[in-house]
């Protein structure tokens, strides 16, 4: 069961808020660790912040603008009709978990979701595959709606259009709703930011909630000494395997010579020239202090070290 949410006239920045309010699908993949792009700790942040997002990049307008284009090839392709909804769907049973879907499938207890993909992902695609986040996302709204099938499309910009076929998995959707309940109850209710992951998405969050550093403020380094003599070790195998990777490298490049590419039955290996153009930024800040000052820009960061007591 679930509650319609009417969207007629909502705006853009009253829709992001009511998204705040819930789960949506796009924050599924994130929650169970399967989005590459973002984080449990982001989406917490993101429901518990004030301050309202509005994406506004060339993936977001690319994705939307060729929404109908791809609901349309979807249409041809599988001879199935399909209508956009204009609700929000809120469940009854777990409310913290919505669906906006992009559309429903007439005639069918199913919906479809809308993808663009880069050419550069496609391999993600192949063989049947769905990238897992996206997976997760029609999952999430087959919980939220009750609807058995949800069909998720794609084009693959300048290659090809795909569809897939997802249907209800029991076991798949009570393991997805624990983790929703889980990451809304013990985490977005009471406040507290869940554990980081190692992802570049925590590193971002990190710098937003402690972004400036309380100078000659201390405190007593309480449990994470294991943690960090672990740390030296990961960095020591990675700085053996960077020195075998660069002579590796350095035996193809005396291989090549002055060849520009080299290439075998597995592999293509180019050795280019590459001209770039840099300010001599210490010169001007010597010879045209007036200017440097002009155009300087101060960027403030925290710098993490660790060092042996």
């Known amino acids: 069961m679930y509650k319609k949410i009417p969207l007629s006239g909502v705006s853009n920045m009253e829709w992001l808020r009511l998204r705040k309010s819930g789960i949506g699908g796009s924050d599924a993949g994130a929650i169970c660790g399967v989005n590459p792009y973002s984080s449990a700790m982001k989406v917490f942040r993101d429901k518990t912040c004030e301050e309202v997002e509005e994406l506004d990049n060339e993936a977001v307008r690319i994705g939307h603008d060729l929404e109908d284009y791809v609901a349309r090839r979807f249409m041809e392709a599988t001879g199935l009709k399909v209508r956009k909804s204009n609700y929000m769907y809120r469940s009854v049973e777990h409310p913290y978990m919505i669906a906006d879907v992009d559309r429903l499938v007439v005639g069918e207890d199913a919906g479809l979701e809308c993808k663009t993909a880069s050419a550069y992902s496609a391999d993600k695609w192949e063989d049947g595959n769905i990238p897992l986040h996206y997976v997760m996302q029609c999952y999430h709204y087959m919980a939220v709606t009750g609807k058995r099938t949800w069909y998720i499309a794609a084009v693959i910009l300048g290659k090809q259009f795909i569809y897939r076929k997802l249907e209800w998995d029991d076991e798949l959707i009570y393991r997805l709703v624990e983790m929703e309940n889980d990451f809304w ?90 001209d770039s153009t840099r300010l001599d930024t210490k010169r001007i800040k010597e010879e045209r202090p007036d200017i440097y000052l002009d155009y300087a820009k101060v960027a403030h960061s925290r710098r993490f070290e660790v060092k042996a007591a």
């Open 185 to 274: 109850s013990n985490y977005v209710i009471p406040g507290v930011i869940p554990p980081p992951d190692g992802s570049k998405a925590c590193d971002e969050v990190l710098a937003q909630y402690y972004h400036t550093a309380q100078k000659a403020r201390a405190i007593e380094l309480v449990g994470f000494d294991e943690k960090l003599r672990r740390r030296e070790e990961i960095l020591g195998f990675i700085s053996a395997l960077q020195e075998e990777q660069r002579q590796i490298e350095q035996e193809v490049k005396l291989f090549m010579g002055e060849n520009e590419s080299a290439s075998s039955e597995c592999f293509r290996v180019s050795w280019g020239n590459v």
